[in-house]
């Protein structure tokens, strides 16, 4: 059972174009929509992340944007660069802490 | 240390051997996670531990898995008898104990392992 569903599983995209991954989610008990970026041989990393009670969050050149009532939540990398070249996981906290993972993004980002 | 430490870095087992693999969260964080992750999937949730409790191990796959924190710091993945469905990369993370808030998990490199 996929409780959070993450497309597309891969992106190219050129450097300086925007990167958009999309992600959607069942549990209405989770409360908190973190991203992860994980680099080959390494373990996930926290990008940025959002609580359902807003609707958008930007770091940077990384924008998360959450729409609560389709539960559905995005990450958009502006002027995406090759080092942005990684997967990325969307992902949402549930009961104690647990975080729940979706299956992945891989990108890239072609010069 | 500065962050979580996994050991080793890569195991491979003949089928049937048994395996543990050992974690050094963040010093002082409460929290501590084990995820297995297959190649080309997202991590999926194992056991968790607040201090040495182990609070929820609904993610076990069988009974095979036996995890430990007995002081509350280092952890320990047991896999008994194990089975080329094992073969993955397992994570562990730690973080600090937040009710509320924006906190994320700190994983470490993980430990690949191989069943032959």
């Known amino acids: 059972q996929q409780q959070v569903k993450q497309s597309p599983q891969s992106l190219i995209v050129q450097k300086g174009g925007i990167s958009i991954i999309n992600c959607a989610y069942e549990?209405?008990?989770?409360?908190?929509f973190p991203w992860y970026q994980q680099f080959p041989g390494k373990g996930p990393a926290l990008l940025i992340a959002i609580r359902p009670d807003v609707s958008e969050k930007k770091e940077g050149r990384f924008t998360i944007s959450f729409n609560k009532s389709a539960k559905q939540f995005s990450l958009h990398i502006m002027d995406s660069q090759p080092g942005d070249s990684a997967t990325y996981f969307c992902a949402a906290r549930g009961g104690y802490q647990k975080v729940t993972f979706g299956i992945g993004t891989k990108l890239q980002v072609i010069p | 240390g500065a962050g979580v430490s996994q050991s080793p870095r890569y195991k491979v087992a003949k089928r049937g051997q048994d395996v543990a693999l050992r974690c050094d969260p963040i010093?002082?964080?409460?929290?501590l996670f084990w995820y297995q992750q297959a190649l080309g999937q997202g991590p999926e949730f194992l056991t968790y531990f607040q201090n040495e409790a182990q609070l929820d191990k609904s993610g076990l796959p069988s009974d095979r898995f036996f995890a430990e924190r007995p002081e509350g710091s280092v952890s320990t993945l047991k896999i008994q008898r194990t089975q080329q469905e094992d073969s993955a990369v397992y994570l562990c993370?730690?973080?600090?104990?937040?009710?509320?808030?924006?906190?994320?998990?700190?994983f470490g490199s993980g430990t690949r392992l191989t069943v032959v």
């Open positions: 549990n209405t008990a989770f409360d908190y």
């Open positions: 010093s002082g964080h409460v929290s």
């Open positions: 993370a730690s973080s600090f104990l937040h009710q509320q808030g924006p906190y994320g998990y700190t």
